[in-house]
């Protein structure tokens, strides 16, 4: 049984990839506070909520339970007090059971390191990228990962406080991490701080694999390089070090040829772009996802690529999906016409259609908005622009999977081996 525990989990790329493989794993607990996240994680992964489940325990004590926690409403600021308080007892139960039956941890702040148990295998951490990425520094924000920036992506130093004092207390650390973000974070601008953080992990144990990988290698019809560093934890043991030196010489995920060898599928946007109008939902979804024809988005006609002309879809990588399909640059246009008046003549792609260029099956994005209640009078918890952002915050799943693949492989014909 492979234990993980799952932080800033949001909708779990790490348990679908792990899903997938068809590894026997369990996960231990996660770890978000984004409250939107916190439901469509629970449907996702453990099915439409229950929220009779928690009969026995009183709405009071549902709504004390909540105010004591540190949740959000957008995963960038905390929600304040009123925002809750106004939840009818129905949403504040949905909150409560997705908490509970995903042992969320809810904010990593709140965490300690004799939270976490000893017996864990993998632990991941994906933290914000807002102040390390190109489009926050084009802002201003160069603020990136520096110990006293106090902002999004300095959650990185929270997980280092936790394994610290797991560390300094004894306790065993996970065996290994898996680390995902924005490429800036490896560029010059962060290096410093980002070698702060590698020489933390070595002093505790870990020896650190850096990979800077695109999903379009490994079967997803997306253009999406990311950085990624799975950390192992060997203790000083040089036939550990010498063993793993050459598994990742012989098996490096960069190159084209050893990625198509972990490649767990390949798919094409045909297989992503719902057309089929006739479908109430795909129609409704399609107009949502089409803008008013102003100026800007006549920019963005010109400026972005075409995937679906309205006679054929053009099979090409699609730009990454980001958190917002309404800018420029986005992942690309679909022509779509049903006359109404002041509308542009194509749309962006939907939430669903996100979804499933993350690596997320059609039925996983079902699933996520299966009980969409609202949390106040006509504001749903999970708007089509929550998803979308959600989507654009996860991990590409086919990438997760071929790391995983690795860090089985490492565990089983390395680890073993080793130590037998």
């Not at 629970?42 to 909520?49: A, D, M, P």
């Not at 010059?188 to 020489?199: A, P, Q, Y």
């Not at 799943?397 to 690795?406: G, H, R, S, Y």
Request: hydrophobic share 35%; net charge neutral.
């Amino acid at each position: 049984m492979f234990r993980v525990v799952e932080t800033f989990s949001g909708i779990g790329a790490q348990a679908k990839a792990l899903e997938r493989l068809g590894v026997e794993h369990q996960i231990v607990n996660t770890c978000d506070w984004d409250i939107g996240a916190i439901v469509a994680y629970c449907q996702i992964h453990k099915g439409l909520i229950d929220i009779e489940k928690y009969k026995h325990i009183s709405d009071e004590n549902i709504s004390m339970f909540l105010q004591k926690l540190t949740l959000s409403m957008d995963g960038k600021k905390p929600a304040n007090e009123n925002t809750i308080s106004r939840m009818s007892a129905e949403v504040k139960r949905l909150i409560y059971t997705a908490i509970k039956e995903t042992n969320n941890f809810v904010s990593i702040t709140d965490v300690k390191g004799k939270d976490i148990e000893e017996d864990v295998d993998l632990f991941t951490y994906s933290f914000p990228c807002q102040d390390l990425s190109l489009c926050g520094c084009w802002h201003g924000n160069k603020s990136g990962i520096a110990r006293d920036a106090h902002n999004r992506s300095g959650m990185l130093w929270e997980v280092e406080r936790i394994l610290k004092e797991m560390y300094s207390e004894g306790r065993k650390l996970p065996h290994f991490l898996v680390m995902e973000n924005v490429t800036n974070i490896l560029s010059s601008t962060h290096k410093e701080d980002f070698d702060d953080w590698k020489s933390t992990l070595e002093n505790m144990g870990y020896f650190n694999k850096i990979y800077r990988l695109n999903a379009k290698n490994f079967g997803v019809p997306q253009k999406r390089e990311r950085a990624y560093m799975v950390s192992i934890r060997i203790d000083g043991d040089t036939a550990k070090l010498f063993a793993l030196n050459k598994y990742f010489d012989d098996y490096n995920l960069e190159n084209i040829k050893i990625a198509e060898k972990y490649k767990n599928r390949k798919f094409y946007l045909k297989d992503v772009l719902r057309l089929d109008y006739g479908k109430t939902m795909y129609k409704e979804e399609a107009e949502a996802s089409q803008p008013n024809d102003t100026p800007s988005r006549q920019k963005i006609f010109q400026e972005n690529d075409m995937l679906y002309d309205g006679k054929q879809i053009n099979e090409i990588f699609v730009n990454t999906v980001t958190t917002k399909q309404d800018r420029n640059p986005n992942s690309g246009l679909i022509t779509y016409i049903n006359g109404k008046q002041g509308k542009s003549k194509w749309r962006y792609l939907t939430p669903r259609e996100c979804f499933m260029l993350m690596g997320f099956d059609e039925h996983d994005y079902e699933k996520a908005v299966s009980r969409n209640l609202e949390y106040i009078k006509g504001k749903k918890l999970l708007t089509n622009d929550k998803m979308i952002k959600m989507a654009g915050n996860s991990i590409c799943v086919d990438v997760l999977v071929a790391l995983f693949k690795q860090i089985i492989e490492i565990n089983e014909l390395i680890f073993q081996d080793i130590e037998e």
